[in-house]
């Protein structure tokens, strides 16, 4: 195989940095690397040799030789060597000699991997490089991976925060794991800054002034988590349940105006009748979400009210308020305004007026002008609704049946939306929480906005379902997975899985049973955002059970685009029959008879039954004394089995026995007589075998970290 070697020196003292060592033929305009070596720093002078296939090269003289030519480089860049061509060169290449030198102005680390990585990169941006293109990139470059890696990790960074990529890559570069925004806050201050002033020195990233470094330290610290949190109560204490979720807002509070800092909403239901019923609260927020007045600290405070807003509270301000601050709340109860009802709601009284002068025009096809002309017509003299009003409303009305012919929802549930400030826009619409939308509907069913709908409610919220997966908003996928029993490594069928979405609202987290079929194999369908990444995922808990008992409890990652069947191992949880001692069945002479053959429990004795094939047959007695002693714990089969047991063991080859019956497996699962199948043995949590992504999607459009429900049913 053809080679070049020779040795590397310095005229510098010793090389305290890695060495990377290319060969390349050189033709007129292009040039192709033939192979690269990375030699270990410390030293000041080391021999060296690549070997490389002349299938690596194209000779364009026609000869089969290559030209060529050997460069290095400190990984820092700050040294560098090359040796004149070596034309039509042989296949052994010996005695070249490399002297590295001091390199004028030389690019950063950074600046150097950049420029190598983006004309393979196709204009992607860093920042949604994926695993597999990452490695591509370290194949087709001489970066290290690694570092490719914390380009990523930084732009990610930058992506997030709008902290310059270079001081990411400086930070990460030097401080190593986690990469992480979190990782960078628990870091004290100083240390950030001389880890960015090392790598300017390493040459790891380029120059950075004072002030600039003193800006980034200052975007970093705007990221750091402050806590409100406390308990609330109510008064008086009510008589009944309090059903409604209480909203805590927590407000940063000026001379004049107010900046809402964050907001949690604290599911109900509260308390027993006649008890005061408690609730706890946190909310988090940052030093960028408030001018830095005052000592760079907010002024808190703190206000409450169930969603029925039948309990309100509001603490008093909190000045300078600390890193992290209890503020406890008690809800007063309110006298809730009386709204008078009307014989018809609003929406039915305004149709019922347009009825003898829209002349059967749809309201869909109401244009501007008619908007004004009917407004004028409907006004009433002396009326408290002014025509700003009423042209509003018609045109809410207009809306709403142009929205009806495009989704099957009532043209009624539209309006009610769009009268409690909801977006006209059905794209803005799709994307709120279905808990939102029903919230809104409530309230204008109230406030004899619409007709009573409320049956309609959960036909509503399926077609908006639907809506989103037509209109692309959701998108179905399937999940299938085998479930493996863990020691048998046997599927493990014929079971029942109740699954649970970890990834959705907490009252939408129940998504029902499915089968599992004879093979281990079950199927899920479940959707998520027509925006989500290729690779995100669905949390989801299996509680694996049959007739009798739950057998095991294990969290998977739903993928979408799944190519693959998921295997999924799982230990089943051991009986307690299974886990008694032999001591407590058998005699102290039997007890170390069956110890020495490594039997200690029933369920030694049930995953060994080969171990009983080498006893003779007058050992069977001391089973048979086991068995019934299994039996007393176990009512159900005694009546069964005893009698057979009674009337005497023949030697157990005769009847088949040793691999069921005398192992004492079938005795403890199913009995004799008992064809039904159940799993193994077991406990536990199975290992994953899908790795999680750490994005999570929209639920349903909804804010961050809430995910759509898992099991939806497709629209008909």
């Not at 008078?340 to 002008?369: G, H, M, W």
Request: aromatic share 6%; hydrophobic share 40%; net charge negative.
């Amino acid at each position: 195989m053809p080679s070049v070697s020779g040795i590397i020196s310095t005229t510098s003292g010793v090389v305290n940095t890695d060495v990377i060592i290319t060969a390349y033929d050189v033709d007129l305009i292009n040039q192709h690397r033939l192979g690269e070596i990375t030699l270990q720093g410390s030293f000041s002078s080391q021999s060296f040799q690549i070997r490389y296939s002349s299938r690596q090269y194209q000779s364009a003289e026609g000869s089969g030789t290559a030209d060529i030519q050997i460069r290095a480089s400190t990984l820092d860049g700050l040294l560098a060597a090359e040796t004149a061509i070596i034309f039509n060169a042989p296949d052994e290449v010996t005695d070249v000699r490399l002297e590295l030198r001091p390199v004028e102005n030389p690019a950063s680390e950074f600046e150097r991997l950049v420029a190598s990585l983006t004309p393979l990169m196709e204009n992607a941006s860093p920042a949604d490089l994926t695993s597999a293109q990452m490695a591509f990139l370290a194949r087709d470059s001489r970066e290290r991976r690694s570092r490719i890696f914390t380009w990523h990790e930084a732009a990610l960074l930058t992506r997030d925060t709008g902290i310059p990529v270079e001081a990411g890559y400086g930070w990460w570069r030097r401080l190593g794991q986690p990469h992480t925004l979190a990782g960078l806050l628990d870091q004290d201050e100083s240390l950030l800054r001389s880890t960015l002033v090392g790598a300017i020195r390493s040459n790891i990233i380029p120059p950075l002034t004072d002030d600039q470094i003193d800006n980034i330290l200052a975007q970093l610290n705007g990221l750091r988590t402050r806590i409100i949190f406390g308990t609330f109560t109510f008064d008086p204490p009510s008589q009944d349940l309090i059903e409604s979720n209480v909203i805590v807002q927590a407000f940063d509070r000026d001379f004049r105006s107010e900046e809402l800092l964050g907001e949690v909403i604290v599911p109900g239901p509260f308390g027993l009748p006649g008890s005061s019923a408690t609730g706890d609260y946190r909310i988090e927020y940052t030093d960028a979400q408030f001018q830095q007045n005052e000592a760079r600290t907010a002024d808190i405070i703190v206000r409450a009210q169930t969603e029925d807003a039948l309990y309100t509270a509001e603490s008093t301000t909190l000045f300078n308020a600390g890193p992290e601050e209890r503020i406890n709340l008690t809800l007063i109860a309110t006298e809730p305004p009386e709204v008078e009802t009307p014989d018809l709601s609003e929406l039915e009284q305004l149709q019922a007026d347009l009825e003898p002068i829209r002349e059967k025009v749809p309201y869909a096809n109401f244009t501007d002008d008619d908007l004004q002309f009917l407004a004028q017509e409907l006004r009433q003299p002396n009326s408290r609704t002014d025509l700003a009003t009423l042209e509003q409303r018609l045109n809410f009305l207009r809306i709403a049946a142009q929205h009806e012919q495009t989704i099957d929802v009532p043209l009624a549930a539209f309006y009610g939306w769009f009268r409690q400030s909801l977006s006209t826009d059905l794209a803005a619409l799709l994307d709120i929480p279905n808990a939102r939308l029903q919230t809104a509907l409530e309230t204008a069913i109230r406030e004899a906005i619409i007709p009573d709908i409320t049956a309609q409610f959960p036909d509503i919220l399926d077609a908006i379902r639907a809506g989103r997966i037509e209109q692309g908003r959701l998108v179905n996928h399937r999940f299938v997975a085998q479930l493996v029993n863990a020691q048998t490594n046997q599927p493990l069928g014929n079971i029942l899985a109740d699954v649970t979405d970890l990834d959705a609202d907490p009252d939408d987290q129940d998504s029902g049973t499915v089968t599992v079929d004879g093979q281990g194999l079950l199927v899920l369908v479940f959707v998520l955002p027509g925006a989500a990444p290729a690779d995100a995922s669905r949390h989801l808990q299996l509680t694996l059970r049959d007739e009798e008992r739950t057998l095991a409890t294990v969290e998977v990652d739903a993928v979408a685009n799944q190519t693959e069947v998921i295997q999924i191992p799982v230990t089943i949880e051991l009986t307690a029959e299974e886990q008694t001692p032999i001591r407590d069945l058998a005699s102290p002479a039997l007890t170390t008879r069956l110890s020495d053959l490594g039997i200690a429990t029933i369920d030694d004795l049930l995953s060994n039954p080969a171990l009983l094939e080498e006893e003779v047959d007058d050992e069977l007695e001391f089973v048979k004394t086991l068995v019934v002693g299994a039996l007393r714990r176990i009512a159900r089969f005694r009546k069964r089995l005893e009698a057979r047991l009674d009337a005497g063991f023949r030697p157990a080859a005769e009847h088949g026995l040793f691999a069921e019956e005398v192992g004492l497996r079938l005795v403890l699962e199913v009995g004799l007589d008992d064809p039904s199948v159940r799993p193994a043995d077991g406990v536990g949590v199975a290992e994953r075998e899908v790795h999680r992504i750490a994005a999570r999607v929209l639920r349903d459009g909804d804010k961050a970290r809430h995910t759509a429900p898992l099991l939806e049913r497709p629209p008909h």
